[in-house]
């Protein structure tokens, strides 16, 4: 089955109310859970969603932009889930003027208000196709296999056939005195009749003597349409023993 992994940013904490310019317009999607609408965009329009508001009645909220055609390196995720953080990627260029398929990851009624420059007037759009969205959040299990050797893992089934999969994590260690103690998150997809974890990626969990440490990154994989979904496995390894790794899965179907 044909994956492609691609690099994303993953910010967490609580996202600050900003202050927006008279000119600023805004793409806002709302709905009572997950599901899509098309969207034309006139002009050139960038999504800046470092510039993100967030409202539900439950625990996910978020947005995903795909140009139907175009590459999945330009697409444009926000997700926030309560807990875990907010989760942002794709590309802070210009999207071209054209049809998007707008996605509304929620677990209920939600809106998702987003920075859209270049926008000659606000955009508001409501759902008009429903869709599951599976959204998986949870602490991984990390155990000692040695005095000085840790091991976690988390396995999420995919349904597969043409959707697109976000995993995160983030892993937070406690002070260390000695420098030389290290640990990483790997993510991969088991495909049947394959070798394990055949393709993965990997994200340095850092740490040091001057104080507590967290490490975050995410990585998004697309699985074939006509394919099995897999298994979608998260791995902390290391010589550092983390205060806590959580994982966070979202399946979207295309």
Not at 27 to 51: A, I, N
Request: charge should be positive.
């Amino acid at each position: 089955m044909t994956r492609r992994l691609l690099a994303a940013v993953l910010l967490l904490g609580a996202t600050a109310v900003p202050a927006y310019a008279d000119h600023d317009r805004f793409l806002t999607v709302t709905g009572d859970g997950s599901g899509y609408v098309d969207v034309t965009f006139d002009t050139e329009v960038t999504l800046d969603t470092l510039y993100t508001q967030y409202r539900t009645s439950g625990r996910v909220s978020g947005i995903y932009v795909h140009k139907t055609g175009a590459s999945l390196a330009d697409d444009v995720i926000a997700i926030q889930e309560h807990g875990f953080g907010v989760v942002r990627s794709g590309p802070y260029e210009p999207l071209p003027a054209g049809k998007y398929r707008v996605y509304l990851v929620a677990d209920g009624r939600a809106t998702v208000r987003v920075l859209a420059r270049g926008l000659r007037h606000n955009v508001a759009a409501r759902v008009t196709r429903r869709t599951r969205v599976p959204v998986s959040a949870e602490r991984m299990d990390v155990r000692a296999d040695s005095p000085v050797r840790y091991r976690g893992d988390t396995r999420t089934p995919l349904r597969g056939h043409g959707s697109m999969v976000l995993a995160a994590y983030r892993t937070t260690l406690p002070k260390r005195e000695v420098p030389a103690t290290w640990g990483g998150v790997e993510i991969c997809v088991e495909q049947p009749g394959e070798q394990p974890c055949d393709d993965t990626t990997a994200g340095l969990v850092p740490t040091g003597r001057t104080g507590s440490t967290s490490a975050y990154g995410s990585s998004r994989f697309t699985t074939a349409r006509d394919g099995a979904g897999g298994v979608l496995r998260q791995r902390y390894a290391g010589t550092a023993e983390p205060t806590e790794v959580w994982t966070m899965t979202v399946e979207i179907p295309l």
